[in-house]
């Protein structure tokens, strides 16, 4: 039995939800929409502001997509309301970021500096010279977008250097001289 998928979703007045005949997903609320195809298998009913999920039979598929459909649906329902964002702290001496228009500046001890685009839908906030956040409505776009960031300089264990997730705990190493 699926925990997940068998869980009600309340939609909130603020939001617009629309499920077409093939498990076409439009969500319009007050950050922004959110499109996507869900699976079609799926039995999606909405009433009186609640929506539950129901799967055709007990195959292994159906019942992977029966959580998977649900999650989907809601995370498009809260991102449309509150939205999302990661948090990115920069650790080590020299390392910095700035934000230039529509640009987030990285300097991360390369011999250039770091330029990236934010994409759209996504924002980069910068507090300070060492704070990222990454702003959006899609939960899987904000994600990627800041693991793109990470993977300019992921963390490494002996020093602590590097750009990291703010909840993020980083194993440290004793060095060579460690016992």
Do not use: F
Not at 105 to 110: A, D, M, T
């Amino acid at each position: 039995m699926s925990r997940i998928g068998l869980k009600p979703i309340n939609v909130p007045g603020s939001v617009e939800l629309k499920i077409s005949d093939s498990n076409y997903a439009t969500v319009k609320g007050p950050k922004g929409s959110l499109e996507q195809q869900l699976s079609k298998i799926m039995t999606i009913e909405v009433s009186e502001g609640v929506i539950k999920i129901a799967r055709p039979n007990d195959e292994k598929q159906s019942r992977s997509l029966h959580g998977l459909t649900r999650t989907l649906l809601n995370n498009m329902i809260v991102g449309v309301t509150d939205g999302y964002e990661k948090v990115l702290e920069i650790v080590g001496v020299g390392y910095r970021a700035q934000k230039q228009g529509n640009k987030l500046v990285l300097s991360l001890g390369y011999s250039h500096p770091v330029e990236m685009e934010d994409p759209s839908g996504i924002e980069t906030v910068v507090e300070g010279t060492n704070k990222i956040i990454v702003k959006g409505i899609d939960k899987q776009q904000v994600g990627n977008y800041a693991a793109v960031i990470r993977d300019w300089r992921r963390p490494e264990p002996y020093k602590g250097k590097g750009i990291k997730y703010s909840n993020e705990v980083i194993r440290r190493k004793a060095g060579k001289t460690g016992k």
